[in-house]
């Protein structure tokens, strides 16, 4: 085996409660992928929507948030100009929600998206999501990521027809303390062990894999 580097296996669970797919991850585990693609063409075994993106008039995409991958900053912006919901892990395996413009002031930093946080309170209204853009907040196939900290694992949970409201409950049943919503909608996708559960052929800038 001199020679050979072997691949680290990944600790993760996927299952249904009730109506709500649910994936279990180890916080190091967590990736950000770049892919400016339509989410059905993605090739990675393991992926979820992840913050909000926006495309150009050529349709090429763009972030909408705070980005961060394996300690690499990807993109360093909130929509509005105002601090917004990010579930930030930390290099210790640390996981928190905060409301940040960017991500300057946060230091060792493994992994970091943004969206609207749901848990431990919704704050559309202060991160901007008002007027037009309170459709986030609408019933849609939506995305939420979170930490359980009984279990020590963040949390993915996607669910049909789901409010934000009603993604704050979601979470708190699945034993989470903090969580954000991700880009719901026509945006959302799933895709567990190569099979894709949410599919979409709208084009994603990034996704969070595993």
Known sequence: MRGIKLKKKLNFKHYKSGVTDVVEIDPLDLRISIQDKAANKINLPNFATSGYQWHHVNGVTYPLGILVSEGKVLSNRQPHNKAAGTLIVYKDGTVKV?????????KDVWFAVSGCSVLSKINMVSSGFV????DIGRSANRPLIGYNPTKKKIVIAVRKNCSIQTGQTVLKNLGCSIGITLDAGGSTALKVNS????????????????
């Open 195 to 210: 099979k894709l559960i949410y599919s979409t052929t709208r084009r994603l800038y990034s996704v969070v894999t595993w």
């Open 131 to 134: 007027g037009i853009y309170s």
């Open 98 to 106: 905060k409301e940040l413009l960017n991500i300057n002031g946060e």
